[in-house]
């Protein structure tokens, strides 16, 4: 079965990248926000945003960090990683800057997003707790398909780690 996920990631420059990580098929994602939707939401301010992030995690287990480039200490990506691990969620990074965008292109690698967030309780910082995937691969193939074939082990053991620490 499936696993539900919510996703989170840098809009602009990664939607076509998310959009592959999609259609691997082992994890029920949330659905991505239309442009026009995505503008009603950013036009209701912090709270209407803050909002749409906490009903697009309901019935989730777990967070899947989709990096890229420029995904790292956004406001909104620290926000949904705090939310996630504050509601018991598995959190995870998956590096996706090989994968190619819709003039196939690669980009640059990002930072680790769980840099930028401390564990409540221990003041770490979360990259020191849960895990982030680089995948081996150069080709926009060869990371799609390390992603395919172990995305479901990375999600229950992101699970696992986020019972281990409360």
């Known amino acids: 079965m499936a696993r539900k996920c919510f996703f989170s990631f840098h809009y602009q420059p990664d939607n076509w990248r998310v959009s592959k990580i999609r259609n691997i098929g ?3 994602g949330n659905q991505a926000a239309k ?31 989709l990096a890229g480039s420029k995904t790292a200490d956004r406001k909104w990506i620290n926000h949904e990683i ?8 598995g959190v995870l990074v998956i590096y996706i800057h090989n994968i190619t965008d819709r003039l196939d292109n690669q980009s640059s ?5 769980l840099y ?22 150069t ?10 074939n172990n995305i479901d082990s ?7 780690i986020r019972k281990d620490n409360p």
Do not use: F
């Open 26 to 28: 082992a994890i029920e």
């Open 35 to 65: 442009d026009n939707d995505w503008e009603t939401v950013t036009g209701g301010g912090d709270k209407k945003i803050k909002e749409w992030i906490d009903k697009q995690m309901e019935g989730r287990t777990c967070t899947v960090i």
């Open 82 to 89: 705090v939310q996630s691990w504050n509601k018991g969620k």
């Open 109 to 113: 690698k990002g930072a680790n997003p």
């Open 116 to 137: 930028y967030v401390t564990h409540g309780t221990t003041k770490k910082r979360l990259s020191t707790i849960a895990k982030s995937y680089d995948p081996p691969y």
């Open 139 to 148: 080709t926009s193939k060869g990371v799609y398909n390390y992603i395919a």
């Open 154 to 160: 990375w999600i229950e053991e992101a699970i696992q």
